[in-house]
């Protein structure tokens, strides 16, 4: 029998409230305080992104709507790829032990930076609109679903494809108590860390540590709130912009800035976040 990840979450709110509020209430005074606080911010502040790379962000911009692996190799008549090849015997192994899995789409609980850019190797940070995303048929996991309920061992190993099933349905939550699981899941390290590091403890990029966000409708240019590019990855288009008179590009550079034009063009100016190291590109609203 195939693992309903939707019915667990759902299963999984009485014992989450009943734990989120004895943990709460053994904590002292400065603690409960900082708990609660950072509960409400991830409520307030924190969002589903998605990380994805210039082509794919670029059709977005235009009006196509995002498909996930099994969607593309559908419509191309291939065989699903995946960001991280390396993980595809994880994927196909998780994919086969969950119910309605072809229809996955795989994002992060993003409180205020440019997302997944390492693992999923996308530039591109598309934060989907709040209340659009309230309406999702969504889950959160307490981390990537293709290591954390994985054996800790060498992607070589013969039992590297075993899913923990007992593991995954008790480590799962509907996302509309997302406040409430991610602020369990990093109650211990809130006394260590100031507020302005509450982004990082939520999603850290670097340490690959970070809440799942899967949910299985598609999303179009009208649902997103914005799309984030480091100040790195801006700073390399302009100078790929400027080397174009100097030298001949490649034809990944030349897809590159053709697929960012079409992206600010369908954007307004953007805009530095300084604090966060980001620039944020809304997208214009359809006249």
Partial sequence: MMIDLLTCAKENIIP???????TLSGLD????????AFKQWVADNAHISV?????????????????NCYEVADANGTEIDIPNKKFLGRRLAFDAAVANSRQFKYGALNGGCCGLQTY????????????????????CLAGNSLKHYFPDVDISHADTNRLDDSKLQADVAPYSYRHCFATLQRIDELSQRDKEEWARILLDDAQGRYFEIIFLEGFSREDLKEIRISHKEYSKIKSLTKEKSKRPLTLEEIDTLAY???????????????QAGYFKLEPKKKL
């Avoid at 990380?51 to 498909?67: D, P, S, T, W």
């Avoid at 999923?120 to 889950?139: H, I, M, N, R, W």
Wanted: net charge positive; aromatic share 12%.
């Fill in 51 to 67: 990380n994805m790379g210039y082509f794919v962000a670029h059709l977005l911009a235009k009006g196509q709507r995002y498909k």
């Fill in 16 to 22: 989450l409230e009943e734990q989120c509020t004895q």
């Fill in 29 to 36: 005074d400065y603690k409960t305080v900082q708990a609660k």
């Fill in 120 to 139: 999923y190797q996308g530039p591109c940070c598309v934060l989907l609109d709040a209340d659009f995303s309230e309406k999702l048929t969504a889950f």
């Fill in 260 to 274: 960012y034009k079409t992206i600010l063009e369908n954007c307004n100016k953007p805009q530095k976040i300084d």
